[in-house]
């Protein structure tokens, strides 16, 4: 403590609200006034203000439910001024040893950093087969500079030839972690967003370019021979490609610059389309299919190849939908209810299809609550909304589930 007036309070607990009133501070200062928490790991503590008048930190003012770092030699004063406020300073006893933790965070951080932008990775992304990892936007910038100089585009650190690349999401759960306790490397709102709007990536796994034919790679030989017919194969050409079999239609063709899908149905590619309203990917799940896609194009020569490759009620609205039977998971998976429900619904003279599309009506209109999907989707759901059949199945059960609710007790 910096007054005399109050002792020293040495913390020894990895997580600890202080009770300053039970410790003789008076009653001008909340009971629970904040909470004291560190990371071993990181080597790095943080304060989380609990009082709603507010805390002084080196002279920040830190509202109710905000945190900050600590760092040695911080100035705490347990209210929103100086005079008449308990004022104590935080050190690490064991100054060393954190001395050598900070030491390994630093070292820790510089494997984070984009070697674009030299910033921590904002939505990282990482290449294949290289592995390499960069910001979502600097990758997607790069991939821009390469189509409008007529290259291939390859790895931007190591040279070489890219495959496809993804949204790496345990990385990114370590960064956003290691930004919660050490905020002084989170980069500002406005520069977030303009990175966000820049990023191309969307999907965890997007095929680069449509020069399959031309990928050379640093395998060994067997491997190389193994990559070539995976690219002659199926799920290797994008019907849109001008290589695909010479001359397509009059439809929309893929350039050098394309960014494609895979469809996690038929495992083919389909260019990445956002001029258009066509979905391309399961609201509920975020699995990339491509039946609505193919669907949507005049292209005969696409759509043929799209028939042959992919199942075309994959991916379609409830309303589209069909139904004789009553899902597995309804009511839980409880098989007696479901039993009760489909005599519900024959006692109604109707078919399981039937109910559902009247019920539609009262999802549309928003008189019964959003399906949770595995996604937990922002977007409403609505019996015109694309779903895979998974994620179809489990919205059709809860309709079900209300419709047994409104069903008179006999």
Request: glycine residues 6%; neutral net charge.
């Amino acid at each position: 403590s910096s007054n005399l007036m109050h002792s020293d309070m040495e913390i020894q607990e990895d997580e600890v609200i202080l009770d300053l009133t039970n410790m003789g501070l008076g009653s001008h200062v909340a009971r629970h006034c904040c909470k004291i928490f560190r990371n071993v790991d990181l080597g790095v503590v943080k304060l989380q203000n609990l009082s709603s008048c507010g805390m002084l930190i080196n002279g920040q003012l830190l509202g109710k439910d905000e945190e900050i770092g600590l760092q040695n030699g911080n100035e705490i004063i347990f209210g929103p001024e100086r005079q008449g406020h308990p004022i104590y300073l935080f050190s690490f006893i064991h100054g060393d040893q954190h001395g050598k933790l900070s030491e390994k965070v630093s070292s820790f951080v510089d494997n984070i950093r984009c070697s674009i932008c030299l910033n921590i990775w904002h939505d990282v992304v990482s290449l294949t087969p290289c592995l390499h990892n960069f910001c979502n936007a600097c990758f997607s910038d790069w991939y821009k500079r390469s189509g409008q100089k007529g290259i291939e585009c390859i790895c931007p650190q190591c040279r070489s030839d890219i495959y496809s690349v993804g949204r790496n999401h345990s990385l990114r759960n370590i960064v956003e972690e290691i930004l919660k306790y050490n905020s002084s490397l989170q980069r500002s709102a406005e520069d977030c967003s303009h990175l966000d709007k820049r990023a191309m990536v969307k999907s965890d796994i997007m095929i680069i370019g449509s020069k399959r034919g031309s990928r050379r790679s640093a395998f060994t030989e067997s491997s190389e021979s193994d990559d070539e017919s995976f690219n002659n194969g199926r799920g290797a050409q994008c019907p849109q490609c001008m290589t695909t079999q010479g001359s397509v239609g009059r439809g929309f063709h893929c350039v050098q610059e394309t960014v494609h899908l895979t469809c996690q149905s038929c495992w083919r590619l389909m260019p990445l389309r956002t001029d258009i309203s066509v979905p391309q990917m399961c609201v509920g799940c975020r699995k990339i299919l491509c039946g609505a896609y193919w669907n949507s194009q005049n292209d005969i020569h696409s759509r043929s190849l799209f028939d042959i490759h992919c199942n075309n009620d994959v991916f379609l609205p409830i309303s589209r939908r069909t139904f004789s039977e009553v899902p597995e998971h309804t009511h839980g998976g409880n098989t007696v209810e479901q039993d009760i429900t489909r005599r519900c619904i024959l006692e109604q003279g109707k078919t399981t299809s039937e109910v559902v599309q009247e019920w539609n009506v009262k999802l549309d209109a928003g008189e019964i609550d959003q399906p949770r999907l595995p996604a937990n989707p922002t977007e409403r759901i609505t019996s015109a909304t694309h779903l895979c059949n998974a994620c179809a199945k489990i919205v059709v059960a809860h309709i079900l589930h209300w419709f047994r609710v409104s069903v008179p007790k006999s």
